[in-house]
C-alpha cells in the first residue's frame, strides 16, 4: 500500500511515526502528557458537551436536541485519531474500548445514504448541502482521517467502511456535470488524498483535485461569502487556487488547502500547483509568520491581513494554524527536497505548536500572542475547541517528521533521541540518535542494525546555526558540503558507525523586518530552535525590561523549573542582571502575570536586521 509519504512527484519519502522510537525527555514527557491528560480531558468535554451524545440522537438511541456547534462532530473525530496514534505508539486496551463505543454510536448514526453530519440531522435536515461553509465536508475529511488511522491501529474497519459509505455520497454528489462544490473550511482536500491511498480507489484522489480546481471561479455559496469583511478570500475563493501569489483569508483554511494541493501535485506532477505553492510560500514565511512560527495576526478573521502586519499583544496564531505549517511545511520538504521547509517545521513545532497546550496537557490555548497583559491564559475547554482536539491528534504524530528517505539515502530533518527503522535500497536500517535536543546541539548517530552497505546520510544544518561540528567515529570532517541545508556523508556504513554532529547553540538576538512596525527598536531572543520571552514571574522589573550592546547572555539549565528548561539570563559586563528568560512554548504555566518576546533594544541603526 502507498502512503502519503511515498506519492510519485515527492523528491523525498517521509517515514511514518510507527517507525521511529522517541526516547528523550522532551518530546517523550509530551506524548506521555497527551496519551494521559489531552486525549482523557478532550474525551470527558466531549461527553460533557453534547458532542458524543449527537451522535446517540442522530442514530435515535436516546431523545433531545442538537447541542453544540453545527461542526462539534470533527472534535470526536479528531479524539479518535488521536486516540489511534496513541495505540500506535502504546496498546491500551480500556482506550480502545472507549473508541469502539464510540465508533458504535457514530456508525448508528449514520443515514442510510450515507449522509453523516449530527447538526443537519437533528437540527435543519432539509438544509443539507446548501451553504458550503457549513462544515458538511470539513466534518466529513476528519471522519476519513480518524477511520484510516483507527484501522490502521486496530486492524479493524468499521468507521473505515462508514467514512467510505460516506466518501461514495460525496462522490455522487459533486464533481465534474455534476453539482458545483467549494469547502467553505478546507480539509476534506488532503483527507481524500489519504482515502484514495488506504482503499486504492483514484476517484477520491481526482475529487480532491475537482474541488481545488472549483475554487476562484464564482462558485462559492454560504455565510462567510457574504458576511461582510470576510468574502471569498476568507475562505481562499477569491482566485483559482493555480493564481495563488499570496495568503488570504483564515489561516487554517489555508495551511489544509496549500497541504492539500502539495499532495495532489505529489500525485499528478501539476506545476502550476507547485509554482502557487512556491508563491505563496514565499509571501508567508518572509511577510507573514511571527518567530514563533505562528501565522494570521487577527481575531477578526482569524487569519492574514496585509504583509509585515504581525502586533504582539493582539497576535491571534491560532494553535491549528501553527500545526498546519507544520503539515504544511513537512509536505514541501518532501516535495522539494530542500531543508528550509523542515527548518519551518521545526520553528513551528518547538515554539507556536507546543505552546497551545500546558505542561500538565490538560489546558489549551486557542490564541497565542507575543505579548501579554497578564489576563490571556490557557483553558480546559472552549465552545469551539478545534486547538485542544488538534493537539490530541498532533503530539503523538511527531515522529513522523524526524526522518525521510531517498532511494539509497537517509535524511535526517529533525533532531530527537530514539531509533528510526528505515527502509533503503540497500536494505534496511536502524539508526539511533542520541542528544539532548532542543537543550544541547550535540547529536550522536549510531548505525545499530543493517547489513553494511553503501548509503548516504543527510543532515540537516538549521538555519539558526551558525557553525558546525562534523565528525565520522574519530575523523574529523573539516571539508563537509552543503546541498539544500543538508550535509551529506556517502560512504560504506555497517552496524556501530557513529556520527558525530555538533551544532553551535547560543544566544541569538533576532531582529524583524523593518517593515513590522510593532517591532521597531527591538529584539527577540532564540537560542537553538527555541524562541524566548520574558515573564513578570521571573522579572521584578518587568516593565523596564531592555537590553543594551553590552548585554551578555548566561544559560542556566534548571531542572525543577517547567519540567527542566535551559534559562536565558541577561547581564551586564558589571554583573548586574537585567532578566531572566524562558522558552516561550512554557509560559503561562506558573502564577498569572505578564509576558513579551520582544524587548526595547539600545542599539546602533546601522546593525543589518535579520527577518
Not at 509530551?30 to 461527553?47: G, V
Not at 469547502?183 to 488532503?190: F, M, P, S, V, W
Not at 477520491?204 to 454560504?222: F, N, Q, V
Not at 523586518?513 to 521571573?538: F, S, T, W
Request: include cysteine; charge should be negative.
Amino acid at each position: 500500500m502507498t502512503t502519503l509519504q511515498q506519492l510519485p512527484n515527492f523528491k523525498f519519502h517521509g517515514v511514518p511515526f510507527t517507525e521511529v522510537a522517541i526516547q528523550d525527555s522532551f518530546w517523550t514527557a509530551r506524548i506521555k502528557a497527551t496519551q494521559q491528560s489531552t486525549i482523557t480531558a478532550c474525551l470527558a468535554q466531549c461527553e460533557q458537551t453534547g458532542r458524543i451524545s449527537n451522535f446517540a440522537k442522530s442514530a435515535n438511541l436516546m431523545e433531545g436536541d442538537f447541542e453544540g456547534i453545527f461542526y462539534n462532530d470533527s472534535d470526536v473525530y479528531k479524539v479518535l485519531e488521536g486516540i489511534a496514534y496513541s495505540l500506535m505508539i502504546e496498546p491500551d486496551a480500556l482506550m480502545e474500548a472507549q473508541a469502539d463505543q464510540i465508533i458504535d454510536l457514530i456508525v448508528a448514526a449514520q443515514q442510510e445514504d450515507g449522509y453523516l453530519q449530527t447538526f443537519f440531522t437533528l437540527a435543519e435536515p432539509q438544509n443539507k448541502w446548501k451553504d458550503m461553509n457549513k462544515h458538511e465536508d470539513y466534518c466529513a475529511g476528519h471522519m476519513f482521517e480518524a477511520a484510516i488511522a483507527y484501522k490502521q491501529a486496530t486492524g479493524k474497519r468499521k468507521l473505515l467502511d462508514a467514512a467510505i459509505k460516506l466518501a461514495d455520497l460525496i462522490d455522487s454528489l459533486f464533481g465534474p456535470s455534476k453539482r458545483h462544490w467549494v469547502a467553505g473550511h478546507q480539509e476534506i482536500e488532503l483527507a481524500l488524498v489519504k482515502l484514495f491511498l488506504e482503499t486504492g480507489e483514484e476517484r477520491y484522489w481526482k475529487l480532491s483535485y475537482w474541488m481545488l480546481e472549483e475554487r476562484g471561479h464564482g462558485h462559492g455559496i454560504g455565510y462567510s461569502w457574504v458576511r461582510e469583511g470576510w468574502g471569498a478570500a476568507y475562505s481562499q475563493d477569491d482566485v483559482p487556487v493555480r493564481d495563488i501569489t499570496k495568503a488570504t483569508g483564515h489561516a487554517v483554511r489555508a495551511m489544509y488547502m496549500y497541504a492539500g494541493m502539495a499532495d495532489i501535485a505529489a500525485i499528478s506532477g501539476d506545476q502550476g500547483y507547485i509554482d502557487a505553492l512556491d508563491r505563496v510560500w514565499s509571501n508567508i514565511v518572509h511577510k507573514n509568520m511571527y518567530i514563533t512560527g505562528g501565522i494570521g495576526p487577527s481575531r477578526h478573521n482569524e487569519g492574514f491581513t496585509a504583509d509585515y502586519d504581525l502586533p504582539n499583544d493582539s497576535a491571534y496564531c491560532e494553535t491549528c494554524a501553527s500545526i498546519g505549517m507544520v503539515l504544511w511545511n513537512h509536505r514541501m520538504n518532501l516535495l522539494h527536497g530542500d531543508s528550509k521547509y523542515a527548518d519551518i517545521v521545526e520553528r513551528a513545532m518547538y515554539n507556536g505548536s507546543i505552546a497551545g497546550v500546558s505542561l500538565s496537557g490538560d489546558k489549551f490555548f486557542y490564541v497565542n500572542p507575543l505579548e501579554s497583559d497578564g489576563t490571556h491564559h490557557r483553558v480546559p475547554w472552549y465552545d469551539c475547541s478545534c486547538c485542544p482536539t488538534q493537539i490530541a491528534r498532533f503530539i503523538p504524530s511527531i515522529g513522523g517528521y524526524v526522518y525521510a528517505t531517498r532511494g539509497n539515502e537517509i535524511i535526517v530533518n529533525q533532531f530527537v533521541e530514539g531509533a528510526g527503522r528505515l527502509s533503503l535500497k540497500a536494505g534496511d536500517i536502524t539508526l539511533r540518535q542520541v542528544t539532548e535536543y532542543p537543550w544541547n546541539g550535540r547529536i550522536t548517530l549510531r548505525v545499530e542494525e543493517g547489513e553494511a552497505g553503501e548509503y548516504g546520510i543527510q543532515l540537516r544544518i538549521p538555519s539558526w546555526c551558525k557553525s558546525y561540528r562534523l565528525a565520522v567515529g574519530e575523523q574529523e570532517i573539516a571539508d563537509a558540503q552543503t546541498d539544500k541545508g543538508y550535509v551529506r556523508l556517502q560512504r560504506t556504513w555497517k552496524p556501530g558507525d557513529e556520527i558525530t554532529l555538533e551544532l553551535t547553540m547560543q544566544v541569538e538576538r533576532v531582529y524583524s523586518h523593518p517593515l513590522v512596525l510593532a517591532n521597531e527598536g527591538k529584539v527577540a531572543l532564540q537560542r537553538g530552535p527555541l524562541v524566548y520571552c520574558m515573564e513578570e514571574i521571573d522579572n521584578a522589573k518587568y516593565d523596564v525590561l531592555n537590553v543594551t550592546a553590552a548585554t551578555r547572555f548566561r544559560t542556566v539549565y534548571e531542572p525543577e523549573l517547567l519540567q527542566g528548561v535551559i534559562a536565558v539570563y541577561a547581564e551586564e559586563p558589571s554583573g548586574d542582571q537585567r532578566f531572566k528568560a524562558i522558552p516561550y512554548y512554557a509560559w503561562d504555566n506558573r502564577a498569572a502575570g505578564q509576558m513579551k518576546v520582544w524587548l526595547p533594544e539600545q542599539r546602533d541603526e546601522s546593525r543589518l536586521y535579520r527577518s
